[in-house]
């Protein structure tokens, strides 16, 4: 590929890769990355497949363990 079209593709990219480092992310995902990722690694959320109300009743039983 010349010069030119790498030229040409990364303009015409850039208005995409500044949208997705632009993104913000879920409040979820932030309160997950502050508070559990202190104690676990990602792979205990991504292992356990669960619904909104199995996860609720997770956070309930780690806060009662002494989770932040």
């Given amino acids: 590929m010349s010069f030119v079209r790498k030229a040409v593709l990364a303009l015409a990219l850039?208005?995409?890769l500044a949208l997705a480092a632009?993104?913000?992310e879920h409040?979820?995902?932030t309160v997950l990355k502050a508070k559990c990722?202190?104690?676990h690694?990602?792979?205990m959320w991504r292992?356990?497949?669960q619904d909104a109300?199995?996860?609720e009743?997770?956070?309930y039983r780690m806060v009662g363990r002494g989770g932040l």
């Fill in 14 to 16: 850039a208005p995409v």
């Fill in 22 to 24: 632009n993104a913000q």
């Fill in 27 to 29: 409040k979820g995902l």
């Fill in 37 to 39: 990722f202190q104690c």
């Fill in 41 to 43: 690694t990602d792979a």
């Fill in 47 to 49: 292992d356990h497949r």
């Fill in 53 to 55: 109300r199995g996860w």
């Fill in 57 to 59: 009743a997770t956070i």
